[in-house]
């Protein structure tokens, strides 16, 4: 059994980089979906305030659909892959390896149920001991054991590090209120000294190396190369209920390819498209607002290529845009061709909806970047890296 909550420093797991390149479709249906479940939730949930908790590091990996870690539940712990996710709050195994009872499993008398747009699982509540890395194990930890599951292929299920807590609220059956996350109990426990989160991702063009880590309490100055600048969290719904802030994008020096608006940062399937426009891809792009979009493929002469469903240029353009070509193949492309990682978020459904969410800057954003969550503060930061502008390919 390992040490049970103390203070700790930095505790860090390392893991490797995959590609999913076997399922485009899939992959597709699942962001669609899921782009307006977080539309419909974002409505519907309200923010929740984590409690205060020394600095404790996870790397994770980047699999080209999500990154992932992995993390022990239970004595002896058996260890899952578990997707890193602030568009939920539930702490849930079994997906693809079933979940293992042992003496520190408890059942609970509820059912728990989430529907996540790209997929959903359903099961039973148990209390449990989670291990997040060598040293660092949180007892009674609420997890979900889901006895079926959809869209979920190759991960165990999902390890919420800074999604909202009031996303739990309605998922258990009988209704008891939210469910304290694993953020919350590190917090609770004061096992962390500060109620931040930083998240580190190398852009890397090869599979089975690290590239990615979280800081849980703090941030890694190792990982930064300026200041944290932070901005307040977007009061405009429903960026609002997630990591949202406002943004305006601008195309060189002075096209202004977005005025300032809300859309929220997303660290776990952050490629949402909607039914009614034609994305054929397995990246994690930064998506806009169709006429920011419109205005982007303008500035860049960029045009439409059928095979990938992504922009595509023929002359040099700021490395940080541009798809890893190592992926040309894996995305259906060619291999000398220049495609770029800026996507249509499509209107065409949100004015179903409310407005309030014209961007999402995903996991191509996100590299370039060291990102900070301050929960205490509701704000979220941005520092450069030795990656912000470098050359990857």
């Known amino acids: 059994m390992g040490h049970l909550l103390g203070k700790f420093h930095k505790v860090t797991l390392s893991l490797s980089r995959k590609v999913n390149v076997t399922s485009v479709h899939n992959l597709l249906r699942h962001d669609q979906n899921r782009a307006k479940a977080l539309m419909a939730l974002g409505g519907a949930k309200e923010k929740g305030i984590f409690l205060e908790g020394a600095v404790i590091n996870e790397q994770v990996e980047n699999q080209a659909v999500s990154y992932i870690a992995s993390v022990g539940v239970g004595s002896p712990p058996t260890i899952y892959s578990l997707v890193i996710d602030t568009g939920s709050s539930n702490t849930w195994v079994g997906a693809s390896k079933a979940y293992v009872k042992t003496s520190t499993s408890t059942q609970t008398s509820s059912k728990v149920s989430v529907s996540y747009g790209s997929g959903s699982f359903s099961g039973t509540e148990f209390i449990d001991q989670v291990t997040l890395a060598a040293g660092l194990v949180i ?33 258990l059956s009988p209704n008891t209120g939210t469910i304290p996350t694993v953020t919350d109990n590190l917090f609770k426990n004061s096992v962390i000294s500060a109620n931040t989160l930083g998240i580190s991702i190398q852009p890397i063009t090869q599979n089975n190396v690290v590239n990615g880590e979280l800081t849980w309490g703090g941030t890694d100055s190792s990982k930064l190369t300026g200041s944290t600048n932070l901005t307040p969290l977007t009061t405009t719904s429903p960026a609002s209920q997630f990591w949202g802030i406002n943004q305006s994008i601008r195309y060189g020096t002075s096209t202004s390819i977005l005025s300032s608006t809300a859309g929220i940062v ?47 240029i023929t002359s040099a353009i700021a490395e940080p845009q541009v798809l890893p070509r190592s992926l040309n193949s894996a995305m259906g492309g060619a291999a000398g061709n220049i495609y770029l990682i800026i996507g249509d978020l499509c209107d065409e459904w949100l004015a179903i909806a409310a407005h309030g969410l014209d961007f999402i800057n995903g996991y191509a954003f996100l590299e370039r970047f060291y990102s900070v969550y301050d929960t205490a503060n509701n704000r979220v930061g941005f520092a450069t890296t030795p990656f912000t502008t470098a050359i990857t390919n």
Request: glycine share 12%; with cysteine.
């Open 139 to 171: 007892p009674e930890q609420l997890i979900g054991v889901a006895s079926t599951s959809t869209g979920f292929d190759g991960v165990d299920g999902i390890l919420p590090h800074i999604g909202p807590v009031g996303l739990t609220s309605g998922t």
């Open 266 to 312: 997303d660290t776990e399937r952050a490629r949402l498209y909607s039914d009614l426009c034609f994305w054929n891809t397995r990246t994690t792009l930064v998506l806009i607002a169709t006429d920011g979009f419109n205005k982007y493929t303008k500035a860049t002469a960029a045009v439409f290529d059928s095979a990938t469903g992504l922009l595509r």
